[in-house]
């Protein structure tokens, strides 16, 4: 018995490619994929990797909850990428004195020169993609971001 399809009003019907979460997520897929081939071999990180050791490298220490909200990845995503930082002596991590449950990360003088060396290749690689747009429209998409952003936490 084939299934009947629904009919739905005009501007009712989902069409996944004109969806705007999933427009945005093939865009950030792509370009983090692009952005993480360019890094992946030469300094074997993974995209979880990277995004913590950016995180880590504007910042003194940080739990992995804090990394978490930062970068609004998935904890267990975290936890791992962290451990094998860990492992890799690019992240430190520390009790803290106030939370013994607590763990402060940190970069390790390893993982500040692997962020020393990432950063400039993800700052080209932004100035590549946004060189399709000009001064205005950059401002506009930084503001209409933000306008999107802040719908989002509202839903």
Excluded: H
Excluded at 48 to 68: Q, Y
């Amino acid at each position: 018995m084939a299934s009947a399809k629904r009919k739905s009003a005009p501007g009712d019907e989902l069409v996944l490619e004109e969806f705007l979460p999933y427009r945005l997520s093939i865009l950030s897929n792509r370009i983090s994929r692009a952005i993480a081939a360019r890094y992946a071999e030469t300094f074997n990180l993974t995209i979880p990797e990277w995004r913590i050791i950016a995180v880590l490298g504007r910042a003194e220490a940080l739990s992995a909850k804090d990394i978490a909200e930062a970068t609004e990845m998935d904890k267990v995503a975290v936890s791992r990428a962290v451990a094998r930082l860990v492992a890799a002596k690019r992240v430190t991590a520390r009790a803290d004195r106030a939370d013994a449950r607590r763990q402060n990360l940190s970069l390790t003088r390893e993982g500040e020169s692997v962020y020393a060396r990432i950063a400039p290749i993800a700052l080209a690689s932004e100035r590549k993609l946004l060189a399709a747009l000009d001064t205005g429209e950059r401002a506009q998409l930084d503001a209409l971001l933000d306008r999107l952003l802040s719908a989002a936490r509202s839903l």
